[in-house]
């Protein structure tokens, strides 16, 4: 059985005891959570969100640049006013450059991708902070709300707060 076939399974039982179909498109309170792809993190739980409370913007790293098609979206469309950075202790993005992963790219794949900019961070505080800064420069992003930055702790399921902008 693949993992998608586990998945539709799964899905059976969800279904069977789904009862929120009728809620509206945009989210409930008003807020964007950029946060990693990472398997151990589970931002839905590790900040009290329900379905329909938030949207929710995963990418590697939890980084704004990949996310701001959406987040621009989430705003200007479905009338969030708040955006919440969530990175994470023991990160992937931690562990290679741009240029590691473009040799490896091409190594792999016979793909040139040299130019293109995979977003890793040496620092991990700093990279929430990068991406603070960067939306708060954006003039996609409303320059009054509210955008706050954290760390998820993958080993304890904390959530510190790194900054507020």
Do not use: W
């Not at 839905?44 to 995963?58: P, Q, T």
């Not at 955006?83 to 790219?105: E, Q, R, Y």
């Amino acid at each position: 059985m693949s993992r998608f076939d586990e998945f539709l399974v799964a899905n059976e039982t969800f279904a069977a005891e789904f009862t929120v179909g009728d809620l509206p498109m945009p989210p409930a309170r008003k807020v964007a959570v950029v946060a990693c792809m990472d398997a151990r993190l589970h931002p839905e739980k590790a900040l009290g969100i329900a379905i329909g409370d938030a949207h929710v913007i995963r990418n590697a790293g939890g980084r704004v640049q990949d996310a701001i098609r959406s987040l621009v979206i989430s705003q200007r469309l479905l009338g969030t006013n708040e955006i919440v950075v969530l990175h994470h202790t023991d990160c992937g993005m931690l562990t290679f450059s741009n240029d590691d992963l473009a040799a490896k790219v091409q190594a792999d794949l016979g793909v040139d991708v040299s130019g293109q900019d995979f977003y890793p961070f040496p620092d991990l505080e700093q990279s929430v902070r990068d991406d603070i800064a960067y939306l708060r420069e954006s003039p996609l992003i409303a320059q009054d709300i509210p955008i706050s930055g954290a760390i998820y702790d993958v080993t304890t399921g904390k959530v510190h707060e790194v900054v507020r902008a």
